[in-house]
């Protein structure tokens, strides 16, 4: 006995879905990149040293709502050719959420300027070493916290204070996701590290949709609990 299949409509074959997901994935980087180029541009032509930390920080203020509009349109994408918008959901994104991550984002920046200064400058500090250990965890938990925010931001209303509690409430309660995430930001620095920045921020893409897998567990804790 056979069993009768349906016609297979346009853009349900393994070959579509490929083709949505790669077309998908390089419209994202593209809108990425050029969301990102206001703050790119001039960090590029920053002198790496301690004192530009600050102006450094400055310079990544556009790239928030840029991973938050990624985020986002990595988050609805469509595997069928014949639904595919992934520009116009980038930019919906973006329109939707700028206000809501940016205050998360410039703390996080913030935060995480003020521990570089002062890892820059430990050794004239005169601090213990045990001190450059704790601000490295310490930054190390903002960039995580950061994370979490970034992506609930993304995918949920929530008044921007809730969002911040539950991104460190979610630190806890899903730790597995803490630690994918510290992964995909482990890859990015050792493929800069063997590379170049550029690389990274070309390829941008490919490490916001592993994030967004990886933070699954977290959104649908967060639909389950706290949306109806």
Known sequence: MTREHGPRLFGDGPLSRLSSFVYTLLAVQAMFVAASLPGLVPLYLLVPEVGNIALAALCLVPLGPALSAAVYALYHRRSDLTELRPVA????????????VLPVWL???????????????FWASGLPRWWAV??????LLTLLWLTNGLVITSVFDFRTLDAMKLAWEMMARKPL????????MLGAGLLARLTTDA????????????????????????????TT
């Open 107 to 121: 703390v996080g920046l913030a935060w995480l300027a003020i521990l570089g200064l002062t890892l820059g400058n």
């Open 177 to 184: 996701v803490s630690l994918g995430n510290a992964g995909v």
């Open 89 to 100: 959901q980038f930019w919906q994104g973006y329109r939707l959420n700028w206000r809501a």
């Open 199 to 226: 690389v990274v921020i070309v390829v941008a893409a490919g490490f916001i949709l592993v994030l967004v897998h990886t933070s699954r567990p977290m959104i649908d804790l967060v639909t389950a609990e706290y």
């Open 134 to 139: 704790l601000l490295l965890l310490i930054a």
